[in-house]
T-cell receptor, first 115, second 109 residues
């Protein structure tokens, strides 16, 4: 596989469920990101990991819990979500410090619906 | 992080050249200008990046004036498949770039 992959592509869950989103990058990058995109809204940056350490958390509710076990994998653990959390969740990776701007490569996203 | 301002939406017709301008008045010396394209229910895709003057690739051109306070993405001869949201971002090699609302381009037959 090449690029950035995300699984599952679609997820429907109840408010009491616990689920996880998975992201894997095959680009050798050392930074990974989680974004949320609600309907017709801009992308919201949720979490940033650099060299497997969280460097930014944009005041995301604790019902979203990220995990970065290594530089190639990123998870988003979900529990007791609300219907307003329904959105497209996008993962991205980049290689800061290579020169130029910090180009991000995005996965296809997970479409999450919370019932 | 430098703030960017771009039109909310634009309409065009097939075969026309489309120019989308982005303002970034507080761009820093080390910042690059990057444009992304996003189709519905997909992740954004890198289009082009530049620092100054003009950059051209197989899909677009990017014009950056000397003061770098704005930039213009030029899409030659657009087709229906170019209907998408286009984002302008500024940042340097070490910073994550922030996405704004973008410009929703609609190409009509």
């Amino acid at each position: 596989e090449t690029g950035v992959t995300q699984t599952p592509r679609h997820l429907v869950m109840g408010m009491t469920n616990k689920k996880s989103l998975k992201c894997e990058q095959h680009l050798g990058h050392n930074a990974m990101y989680w974004y949320k995109q609600s309907a017709k809204k801009p992308l919201e940056l949720m979490f940033v990991y650099s060299l497997e350490e969280r460097v930014e958390n944009n005041s995301v509710p604790s019902r979203f819990s990220p995990e970065c076990p290594n530089s190639s994998h990123l998870f988003l653990h979900l529990h007791t979500l609300q219907p307003e959390d329904s959105a497209l969740y996008l993962c991205a990776s980049s290689q800061p410090g290579l020169g130029g701007g910090n180009e991000q490569f995005f996965g296809p996203g997970t479409r999450l619906t919370v019932l | 992080l430098a703030k960017t301002t771009q039109p909310i939406s634009m309409d065009s017709y097939e075969g026309q050249e489309v120019n989308i301008t982005c303002s970034h008045n507080n761009i820093a010396t080390n910042d690059y200008i990057t444009w992304y394209q996003q189709f519905p229910s997909q992740g954004p895709r890198f289009i082009i990046q530049g620092y100054k003057t003009k950059v051209t690739n197989e899909v677009a051109s990017l014009f950056i004036p000397a003061d770098r306070k704005s930039s213009t993405l030029s899409l030659p001869r657009v087709s229906l498949s170019d209907t998408a949201v286009y984002y302008c971002l500024v940042g340097d090699m070490d910073n994550d770039m922030r996405f704004g609302a973008g410009t929703r381009l609609t190409v009509k037959p």
